[in-house]
């Protein structure tokens, strides 16, 4: 998958998680809903971004692999 591809995926993937977390957490105000979910949604490129081009996928998966091999 090229670099452009897997950015899309990831930030529609943290979209989706964005807007599910949101709707659990805040009560059914409309207003409310956008000051909780507004800045993630503004932070998703930014953290997509790392994760795709700056490797920040194999580093959250080196915090999870053992180093007893």
Known sequence: ???????????????AVIFVVGSVLSPPDPFTQIILVGPPLLAAPALAWWLVYRDGFVRVQNLFESDDE
Do not use: N
């Not at 998958?1 to 979209?15: C, E, K, P, Q």
């Open 1 to 15: 998958m090229g670099h452009f591809r897997a950015f899309i995926v990831t930030l529609l993937a943290l979209d």
